[in-house]
């Protein structure tokens, strides 16, 4: 099985800063890498796929990078709706997710 | 569009079964598989198994092998996922989500979730 790592755990941002995200493979997937946000109650939604091709809908200030076992989300400038929880999703082997990342309005 | 559209919220005591349904629409339903997710309360995103909507071909994860069986009903679009001898740690919102034609993608898009409550 392979093992994803998000870090950090939580992330305190100010809106309209910068975030970044990051995910690491615990053997390489090569760019068979997903993110999705996830919004209280709600069920997660595709952001980026490839590792950095952003999926239908999703604005450009979301942006996905890397390659192999070392993958960044970032996001340029926090909007109020960007604050949520964040997972990356390998799908080189059988699927597995890291833990998340929460961003939260600091 | 295409969207799924989750059965409700079941309550299961230990030892039960308990069958979740998902139906597409929007799209050519055999064209792609559904892939199934649960989330244990406040907990992160499990995989549970992947079904093609176009030959029945299953994958299920090692962990769920045994308990879980996925199928579809290509005459009304539907996916549904059993899952048998329920235990306290099944208790999670379980997904549905369109995948390509293979167990091996990204998720896109998803049903609204079914909360299995599992209690005696």
Redesign the interface.
């Known amino acids: 099985e392979i093992v994803m790592t998000q870090s950090p755990a939580t992330l305190s941002v100010s809106p309209g800063e910068r975030a970044t995200l990051s995910c690491r493979a615990s053997q390489s997937v090569s760019s ?1 890498l ?1 993110w ?1 946000q996830q919004k209280p109650g709600q ?4 952001l980026i ?1 490839g590792a950095s091709t952003r ?1 239908t809908g999703i604005p450009a200030r979301f942006s996905g990078s890397g390659s192999g076992t070392e993958f960044t989300l970032t996001i340029s400038s926090l909007q109020s709706e960007d604050f949520a929880v964040y ?1 990356c ?1 390998q ?10 990342t929460k961003v939260e309005i600091k | 569009q295409v969207q799924l559209v989750q059965s409700g919220a079941e309550v299961k005591k230990p030892g039960a079964s308990v069958k979740v349904s998902c139906k597409a629409s929007g799209y050519t339903f055999t064209s792609y598989g559904i892939s199934w997710v649960r989330q244990a309360p406040g907990q992160g995103l499990e995989w549970m198994g992947w079904i093609s909507a176009y030959n029945g071909n299953t994958n299920y994860a090692q962990k769920l092998q045994g308990r879980v069986t996925m199928t579809t009903d290509t005459s009304t679009s539907t996916a549904y996922m059993e899952l048998r001898s329920l235990r306290s740690d099944d208790t999670a919102v379980y997904y549905c989500a369109e995948t390509l034609s293979s167990p091996l993608g990204w998720f896109d898009p998803w049903g609204q979730g079914t909360l299995v409550t599992v209690s005696s």
Do not use: E
């Not at chain 1, 799908?91 to 998340?100: E, L």
């Open positions: 068979n997903a999705y069920a997660p939604r595709l796929y999926a997972y999703q799908y080189n082997n059988w699927p597995s997710f890291g833990q998340g």
